[in-house]
Nanobody
Framework: VQLQASGGGLVQPGGSLRLSCAAS????????IGWFRKAPGKVLEGLAC???????SYLDSVKGRFAGSRDNSKLTSYLQMDSLKPEDTAVYYC??????????????????WGQGTQVTVSS
C-alpha cells in the first residue's frame, strides 16, 4: 500500500494550491481517504475525509476555502486550497482508512499514510 501526496510549495497569502494523493497497491474505492496537516508546534489535524460511500466531511475552519474530491478511476484524491493563510503552513498528509467509521477525523482510525508535502504560506 502506498500513498503519495504532492503539490505543496510556497504560496503567498490569499493564494491557492492543489494537492494530490496518488494511491497504489490497494483497492482505492474500498477505502476512506483523509487529509491531515501537522503545523509546527501543533498536533496532527484532520482537514477532510472523502468516504467510500461518496460522503465528504471538512474541518469547520477550512470550509469554504478547501474543497476536494476523489477519483476512484485514477486512484487519486485531491485537495484544492484557496484563500490560503499563514496559519495554513504545515506538512499535509493523505491517509487511507480500511474500516468504515461514522466519524472522520480521528488519526488512529487511518491505517496507511503518505509521506507528506510541505505547504508554506508566506509573503
Amino acid at each position: 500500500v502506498q500513498l503519495q501526496a504532492s503539490g505543496g510549495g510556497l504560496v503567498q497569502p490569499g493564494g491557492s494550491l492543489r494537492l494530490s494523493c496518488a494511491a497504489s497497491g490497494f483497492t482505492f474505492a474500498n477505502f476512506d481517504i483523509g487529509w491531515f496537516r501537522k503545523a509546527p508546534g501543533k498536533v496532527l489535524e484532520g482537514l477532510a475525509c472523502f468516504k467510500r460511500d461518496g460522503s465528504v466531511s471538512y474541518l469547520d475552519s477550512v470550509k469554504g476555502r478547501f474543497a476536494g474530491s476523489r477519483d476512484n478511476s485514477k486512484l487519486t484524491s485531491y485537495l484544492q486550497m484557496d484563500s490560503l493563510k499563514p496559519e495554513d503552513t504545515a506538512v499535509y498528509y493523505c491517509a487511507a482508512r480500511t474500516v468504515p467509521q461514522t466519524g472522520w477525523g480521528k488519526v488512529d482510525d487511518f491505517d496507511y499514510w503518505g509521506q507528506g508535502t510541505q505547504v508554506t504560506v508566506s509573503s
